[in-house]
């Protein structure tokens, strides 16, 4: 069955950096869209970054220019370098699924059929 493993989540200082992995099976990882979004305390879920099967990729406007998203479809893991940590990264960091090949930068939570437990990021001095 799919599966989805995040790891890498860890306390960092800010300014510090982080990398984040998700581990995948069950399916043809190279075929689908892949999405990390993150949950802080008391907020609603927040769509981090895409990656789509060609590669092209999106990134939300907080992120931009500091986390780089990646897969590596031999390994089938799914990847999130965050550099330039802040005290609002602060999340529960959770890697997606796209139901379907076809799905891309949706960020609906309908379009989505699976994704793992979460790792947590802290940053603080």
């Known amino acids: 069955q799919v599966q989805l493993v995040e790891s890498g989540g860890v306390l960092a200082q800010p300014g510090g950096s982080l990398r984040l992995s998700c581990a995948a099976s069950?399916?043809?990882?190279?075929?689908?869209?892949m999405s990390w979004a993150r949950q802080a305390p008391g907020k609603g879920l927040e769509w981090v970054s895409d990656?789509?099967?060609?590669?092209?990729?999106y990134y939300a406007d907080s992120v931009k220019g500091r986390f780089t998203i990646s897969r590596d479809n031999a390994e089938n893991t799914l990847y999130l370098q965050m550099n330039s940590l802040k005290p609002e990264d602060t999340a529960v960091y959770y890697c997606?699924?796209?139901?379907?090949?076809?799905?891309?930068?949706?960020?609906?939570?309908?379009?989505?059929?699976?994704w793992g437990q979460g790792t947590q990021v802290t940053v603080s001095s």
């Open positions: 997606l699924k796209v139901a379907n090949r076809w799905v891309r930068g949706t960020h609906n939570m309908v379009d989505y059929d699976y």
């Open positions: 990656i789509y099967s060609d590669g092209d990729t």
């Open positions: 069950g399916f043809t990882f190279s075929s689908y869209s």
